[in-house]
């Protein structure tokens, strides 16, 4: 089936320095986002994004983060600077509209030390 | 508060054997509800969704949904070793594109 690819699977950085998580979304899908899975908690909302722009936010999405999909490359999500409470894992999807399945990639393990 | 809760947290059943997994939301806007499965190192991949009151069946897995008491349900026929997982519900608002609110999730062994 389609598959969301997510690079790199796992990172760990410094707290303070800024991080760039990578996404290949399914190459049809027009709607992309980004949750968030602290250890032993449930899956959180962060963004969604279609055509360019965020279209919602929740409130976890921090003023230090931001998305985007240059010329339909990879969508990332950006982290600067990083604080110790942004480890977690980072999922990215993909959907082809706004209300269909959405497809969900293995997950990027961000440690903040 | 959860929106989405799940129950239970964990839960055993034989190879063979029915298993069922409960969601109830608080939120009387959420009207689209899917089931989610995570194997361990993977990322969630959907199930199944149900969107109107009653059961929707695909092969065997039976969801149902209960608009009234916000409760959905997930039941799995002749479960396998390979169904052993995590199970998410995920629900959304009528009027929210793409957002999903996800409950904690059921921890499913199957056992051989």
Known sequence: ?113 | QQKVQQSPESLSVPEGGMASLNCTSSDRNFQYFWWYRQHSGEGPKALMSIFSDGDKKEGRFTAHLNKASLHVSLHIRDSQPSDSALYFCAARRGSALGRLHFGAGTQLIVIP
């Not at chain 1, 360019?52 to 985007?68: A, I, P, R, T």
């Not at chain 1, 980072?90 to 903040?112: H, I, K």
């Open chain 1, 1 to 113: 089936g389609p598959k969301v690819l997510q690079i790199p699977s796992h990172q760990i950085i410094d707290m303070g320095q800024m991080v760039t998580l990578n996404c290949d979304p399914v190459s049809n899908h027009l709607y992309f986002y980004w949750y968030k899975q602290i250890l032993g908690q449930q899956m959180e909302f962060l963004v969604n994004f279609y055509n360019g722009k965020v279209m919602e936010k929740s409130k976890l999405f921090k003023d230090q983060f931001s998305v985007e999909r240059p010329d339909g490359s990879y969508f990332t999500l950006k982290i600067q600077p990083t604080a110790l409470e942004d480890s977690a894992v980072y999922f990215c999807a993909s959907s082809p509209g706004g209300a269909d399945e959405q497809y969900f990639g293995p997950g990027t393990r961000l440690t903040v030390l």
